[in-house]
């Protein structure tokens, strides 16, 4: 076996190549490999801090750990960058697995025909083989290429799950499956984005996907400021007053971002802000991308889809509201299902020009097809075992379960916030994180704004860091997500299990405030 | 249930919102929604004929025989069009699908530990159980996000199936797992399209993903053709001639693309030809895509990759081959696996400078993780059952069998097409395609030219659309995948199952050629 000497020393050249005669004289200068320089400088620009520089150093000290002897005063990463339920002790929901496991082996299903019965019911509820062999049906096999679009079985019955939820009819030609809310994002702001005056508003604090991809298409992202002092709420007036400046400026909104519940901020919009959006969404023709892919995880207060106002806008004022499109996000990632790692979701689009959606299903089939694996855990998810069925119960079971120990797992942390010196945080409504203020100053942490400068971070960039390498918990700086210029925020994830890494970062927060303090 | 109006009868408006005083008069238009004309214009320029307009008919046609009463000359719409092995007729081969079952639903793995062995070995070989454990010890949950580049466990896997296959050590941490080869290119089009003057050399014919992507780009292409009278191989003065005359335009090349076993043409390259591509690289310090993920679909000559003959140049001449930069891609979806609609592929990366391999991870890391159902697939497909395990028969039995299939439909086409007027067809060596080419002239087919001249298709166009209409087979025309101005091509898989498609069109074109050949 021999590895290719890519900086090796020179020797005869054996091959003989067709090669122009320049290519041959002995001062004969290379052509240089590709630098970062000769790259789309769009690429380099985006930024994506949930995967960033402080995941990366949690990665280095994981590698560092596996090879024993680390010396680190912690025996685990806590990666609480990013909401990864089932890497962080979720368990998958068995009707989901079940049925995944059917349809990837479907000879199984024969084998279980000739199988005396009380062997067969345990080891697949007959509810997971009737399903399995529905999908089965329409799909033909997971490994073959499904229509661009989506299974037309599947669309339909996420079609039936948003009319169940909202009381208004969807249009199953008017859902996309995809790999994951990730992918939609990818799409809508691919199509939309005409250029450097093309603007999209993104509320800021947000989820840096929005501002990668703005970033990659060359397209001007206008940041929203939510309300933090009023639950991270929207501010109408502030949107309408950016649109006009922004026309000054000659770019022109087309797309308005909302994230709901939100993320990173865990909050959870009224039905009359998400009229305000409507509102003004009506006012200027703009397309709305509603991110709900944390429909399911609410502690308090109540979801309401920005589909269900918009529909009930559109019966009692067609006139108006006409003009608004909207595309609307879920995602199989987070709720209960947590299968991130399988990739599957889907969009409903309303409002939107035949000819518009033809060219998003385009860009949808030059990627061919969504993994039919993740497709049918939409199905599995929007349609889910129904009362009397043999799988109900213990799926109820698991799913409340789940929810418990989510609201757990956020109230502990919440509590924890709460306690520590200068740490402000809204009490959790909705969504897998929490975005606490780190009431950090020039006037009270002297000491801190000093050896940022210094350094080089910014307060909050180095306090995550801190936090990592005293803790081993794995955070993302405020400043990857946005935040008013001179406050300081971070977001975690409360889905790690246990409280030996709350009491951890207790401990380190008060060693922190008493280095940094100024007394 | 009621269905949002979304043009209907103004009514009063209920709902109070606040909004600037002109939207409230009566005689103020709403702003319009978006058309075609307010979008990205690159996703209107990009053409992707594989699922393009006759695709498209192939779906209408479709549905309405699902409907019954259809009155249409045939039964069934064969998709032609696209190699998706499993939705036509190829099964998917056991080792993959029982080790996938057990990782989607690993409470079955205990299930089957206190089962009756006799009973267990029925149901899952011993080698998939433990292959199954090996896999979830790595990755956890296949419903967690994996590492952005992959599992470590399954990339070190690819990095000894390419030291297996050509000789030469290849590197995990360049290894990147993906959804499928389209994410590939993708990426590698996306990081290195730096404005309208970065050229991408591509074959023409070419599988039309990389048009698109180069035009979602907003990069240029430069096609360089291929020699059809000697079975589709490369004309490297062609190539450097390409090359400067681009230059002088001030067009840059960037990277120059080369799919091995060939797309639509089925043709194999040789060494020699590779040897040249891989010198043409050199002069120009060029990034080289080597789509090779017909690998395994090979009748007649060897397949030799493009990683080993730089390994091999690297070696002899690293001076002069140091600047090369190799993008290697492969996928589960072709070859014996056939397992498209699971999205799992990787690519391999040699030569490039780590700055630029960071600015690919960080791509990925912004669309989180391949899907790990297909990462997991990318394993079974490198690291398949080893001599004296227990699946090593029953795997082997299939893979031969799906080969001998393969070779015997291929021939069946390309025997029929040898058979055909005016159809000319180079002898299958890979792939899983034909590309004939129709040998329609004005001169001897003036009634054919004239029609397609009144209703403004091409011959190749007009011709695959009366296939369809006339026996439900759906082909691409060759202006899809480009080819010399004044020949006309299709391409069809040979994948569907059967003779009757293959009469139905020896009898179709009897009556096309009668019908507009000039006697």
């Known amino acids: ?61 994981r590698s560092q750990m596996s090879k024993g002897h ?10 609480a960058n990013i909401g990864n339920p089932q890497q962080l002790d979720q368990k998958p929901l ?15 299903l024969e084998k279980l025909d000739s199988m005396d019965p009380k062997m067969r019911d345990s080891l697949y509820p007959s509810d997971v083989i009737d399903r399995a062999r529905r999908l089965l049906k329409s799909i033909g096999s997971v490994g073959a290429y499904s229509h661009s679009q989506g ?35 990818s799409y809508l702001i691919q199509v939309l984005a005409s250029g450097n005056n093309t603007g999209f508003l993104i509320p800021i604090p947000q989820y840096p996907l929005y501002a990668a991809s703005i970033s990659l298409n060359n397209a ?13 709420s929207v501010d109408p007036k502030q949107i309408r007053t950016l649109i006009k400046e922004n ?61 269900k106002v918009l529909a009930r806008l559109l019966e009692e004022d067609p006139q108006t509201y006409g003009n608004v499109q909207l595309a609307s996000l879920h995602s199989v990632s987070k709720g ?23 060219i998003i299903l385009k860009l949808a089939s030059i990627n061919l097809c969504p993994v039919v694996t993740g497709q049918v855990l939409v199905e599995l998810m929007v349609n889910h075992p129904k009362k009397g069925s043999p799988s109900y119960e213990h799926y109820h079971c698991e799913v409340s379960a789940i929810h418990k120990d989510l609201l757990k797992r956020a109230t502990l942390l919440f509590e924890s916030f709460q306690k520590m010196t200068d740490v402000e945080c809204n009490k959790p409504q909705g969504a897998m994180y929490l975005f606490p203020r780190l009431k950090f100053s020039e006037e009270t942490y002297p000491k801190l704004f000093e050896h940022c400068r210094e350094i ?53 927060h008060g060693d922190f405030v008493a280095k940094y303090k100024s007394s």
């Open 1 to 61: 076996m021999r590895t290719p000497a890519l900086h090796g020393v020179h020797k005869l050249a054996r091959v003989k190549v067709e090669r122009p005669v320049f290519a041959r004289y002995a001062s004969f200068q290379p052509a240089p490999k590709l630098g970062v320089s000769d790259l789309n400088p769009a690429t380099l620009e985006a930024k994506y801090a949930v995967r960033g520089s402080i995941p990366i150093m949690a990665d280095k000290l």
């Open 70 to 79: 680390h010396g680190l005063p912690f025996d685990h990463v806590i990666s």
């Open 94 to 108: 068995s009707w989901y697995r079940q049925t995944l496991s059917l349809v990837q082996y479907p000879a199984l």
């Open 151 to 185: 299974d037309p079985l599947i669309r339909q019955s996420v079609a039936n799950f948003i009319a169940q939820r909202d009381g208004y009819t969807a249009d199953p030609n008017s859902i996309f499956l995809t790999a994951g809310a990730s992918a939609a994002v």
């Open 220 to 232: 001007v992202p206008i940041g929203y400021y939510l309300n933090e002092a009023h639950d991270w």
């Open 247 to 307: 026309k000054a400026k000659g770019v022109v909104p087309k797309c308005l971002v909302v994230i709901n519940p939100g993320n990173p901020t865990g909050s959870i919009l009224s039905e009359h802000d998400i009229e305000q959006i409507l509102a003004i969404a009506a006012d200027h023709g703009l397309v709305v991308i509603a991110d709900e892919v944390y429909q399911e995880n609410v502690f308090q207060g109540k979801f309401v889809s920005m589909k």
């Open 336 to 358: 209960v299902s947590g299968e991130c790692g399988q990739r599957g979701g889907y969009f409903e689009l309303v409002g939107f020009a035949e000819e518009v959606q033809e």
């Open 456 to 508: 080089k971070l910014t307060p909050d960039e180095f306090y995550c860091t801190q936090l990592l390498k005293k803790t081993g918990v794995c955070s993302v700086p405020g400043n990857g997500f946005g935040q008013v210029p001179g406050t300081y925020h971070l977001r975690t994830t409360f889905l790690p299990p246990g409280t030996k890494w709350i009491d951890a970062w207790v401990r380190f």
